[in-house]
């Protein structure tokens, strides 16, 4: 079957660094997904791995093992519109399988 | 300007009303979703297509019809909504399921 398991909240204060891990178990995997939402709003893409190995894009980095079945998503020098949720996807086969989130509130 | 569009953006209906939400999308691509979104539960997958006259149940199908007559549209149909489809709904779509989705604004549907 298939399961996808990132924390449900989490805060950090500005400028401050958060690693967001998530844990998936799948059958077909053809790559892994973060995306952002803010509160109201469709999500927007951050980023893709499918090779093991960390992805740097500005702030944002995102690691990928496939052997332990295990991402995370780095945000450094974290500024208050970071305040969002975070979600891990893995495709699976032909499928976009989410997790349910993990909601990340950054204070000052 | 490269977007995905939904209507209707919000929705109150009854009980075995059966309605239809567009999707529309202008960037070519390939592969479209759609998914709703529940609270505790995330986004889940409902229908997918990965081309015209492809289409292929996610993992919440039930329910729910699609079509993909066209390659910019791709409707939702509930034939006879029920309360437990009250929910944010979110039509994607992506060159091909390994790209970055593009999002819609979302639909909020209500079924009393």
Known sequence: ?????????MTATEGAIVQINCT???????GLFWY???????????SYNVLDGLEEKGRFSSFLSRSKGYS???LKELQMKDSASYLCAVVDTDKLIFGTGTRLQVFP | EAQVTQNPRYL????????????SQNMNHEYMSWYRQDPGLGLR?????????????GDVPEGYKVSRKEKRNFPLILESPSPNQTSLYFCASSFDRVNEQYFGPGTRLTVT
């Open chain 2, 45 to 57: 997958q409902i229908y997918y297509s990965m081309n015209v006259e492809v289409t292929d149940k």
């Open chain 1, 72 to 74: 995370y998503l780095l």
């Open chain 2, 12 to 23: 109150i209906t009854v009980t075995g009303k059966k309605l239809t939400v567009t999707c």
């Open chain 1, 24 to 30: 998936y178990q799948t059958s077909g995997f053809n």
């Open chain 1, 1 to 9: 079957g298939q399961n996808i398991d990132q924390p449900t909240e």
């Open chain 1, 36 to 46: 952002q939402q803010h509160a109201g709003e469709a999500p927007t893409f951050l």
